[in-house]
Each structure stands twice: as structure tokens, then as C-alpha cells.
């Protein structure tokens, strides 16, 4: 019986919210968990959405993180004015952690989300994450403003593995920078052979 009980527990569907974001957009977020200590935002690759984090983000919630699933603008329900600000989708995502209570907040971005998170903790200004994995990221405009913790990750021999090496270098202390073996971008990671330890990765540079 206790078994089948954490089971159903386990299972339960997250909470769908919604928050603005600074310029006059809305955000659409599936949430996980109600840990208060630390808040984590998923922002997804081109191809994915928000439920495309729903096995990391259970994950995280079972180790007590709160965490923020969203969809980026044109993507699901949410929506804004300019296209391409979806860095401002991120920090709407951290603001709504604070506003809720959270202690921190870490954003996790794969691809586009990404660079969103990227230039999200490069701008200056009262509401930033805390610590950034970026895995995959586009171009990062000015990687020497990350003051942020950073965990980067590429696979070795993806298309864009010498121009990520190269941003790489140029990002701040503290820094993690993780090469994984193969060709897989960004989420496409964690469907392969190195999705255990991408996982194990995101999971031990939140908990530090």
C-alpha cells in the first residue's frame, strides 16, 4: 500500500501557472513541488516545449526544488510582443520564484533557452538567477558578463562545438564545463547513452 501510494504521488500532474513578463507578455508555466529553499526554471530547446522537461523536473522536485517548466513566447499559451526576448521570459520566471517565496533561483536552458538563460544572468538589474546550465546554447552575445555559476555543456562533435569551446573560455569564474561523446544537441542528449550523466550533471550543480 505504501508503495502504490508514492507511486500516485509520484504521477501527480503539475500545477499550470501563469505570469507576466516586463514586456507586457504572458508566460505559461508548468510547476513541480513547493520546496522553498531553491527555485529552478527549465527553459527548452526550438523543437521542444514545456512538457518535454517533465522527467527533470520531477526529479528535481523530489529533491526538494520548486521548479518552473515554461513555454516560451509562441510557444503553447504564451505570448509577447517581440519574437526573440525570451530572455525576458526567463526572468518573469525567476521574479514569480522570489515573488513566491524562493529563496534562489537556477535556470537551466537547452539551445534557445539556452542563450535565454545566458543573457538573462548577464543583465544587470534586481532580478537574476542565481546559476545558469546552459547546454547548447546559440552565439552567447557577451559570455564575460555571466556573474552567475555556470555549467555549460556540449556534445564533442555537434556542429557548433568549436564555436561553444570558444564562449566557453571567455565565461567567468566559478565555471563547470562538461563534453560529452557524440553528436547529440542540447536535449537531444538526454534520449541517448549520455542522458544519465547530463542528468547527474544539472542535478549536482543545482544541489552545490
Known amino acids: ?3 502504490l501510494v508514492a507511486l500516485a504521488a509520484a504521477a501527480k500532474p503539475p500545477e499550470v501557472v501563469s505570469f507576466a513578463t516586463a514586456d507586457g507578455g504572458r508566460v505559461f508555466a508548468d510547476r513541480y513541488g513547493d520546496g522553498s ?57 525567476v521574479r514569480y520564484l522570489h515573488d513566491a517565496g524562493v529563496a534562489r533561483g537556477d535556470v537551466v536552458g537547452a539551445s534557445i533557452g539556452g542563450g535565454a538563460a545566458a543573457e538573462a544572468a548577464a543583465r544587470p538589474g534586481p532580478v537574476r538567477s542565481r546559476g545558469s546550465s546552459c547546454l ?11 556573474r552567475v555559476p555556470t555549467l555549460l555543456v556540449s556534445s564533442r562533435d555537434e556542429p557548433a562545438a568549436a564555436r561553444l569551446r570558444e564562449d566557453f573560455a571567455k565565461v567567468p569564474e566559478p565555471k563547470r564545463v562538461l563534453v560529452l561523446p557524440g553528436s547529440a544537441h542540447a536535449q537531444h542528449v538526454f534520449g541517448t547513452e549520455q542522458g544519465a550523466a547530463l542528468t547527474a550533471a544539472v542535478v549536482d550543480f543545482l544541489a552545490e
Not at 547548447?136 to 555571466?146: E, V
Request: hydrophobic share 45%; charged share 25%; net charge negative.
Open 1 to 3: 500500500m505504501i508503495a
Open 37 to 93: 529553499g531553491s527555485g529552478v526554471v527549465l527553459a527548452h530547446g526550438a523543437i521542444f516545449d514545456k512538457g518535454s522537461w517533465r522527467e527533470l523536473a520531477e526529479r528535481l522536485a523530489e529533491r526538494g526544488h520548486r521548479v518552473l517548466a515554461i513555454d516560451f513566447r509562441g510557444y503553447g499559451q504564451s505570448v509577447a510582443p517581440a519574437k526573440d526576448d525570451r530572455f525576458e521570459d526567463v526572468l518573469a520566471a
Open 136 to 146: 547548447a546554447p546559440p552565439a552567447i552575445a557577451h559570455p564575460d558578463r555571466l
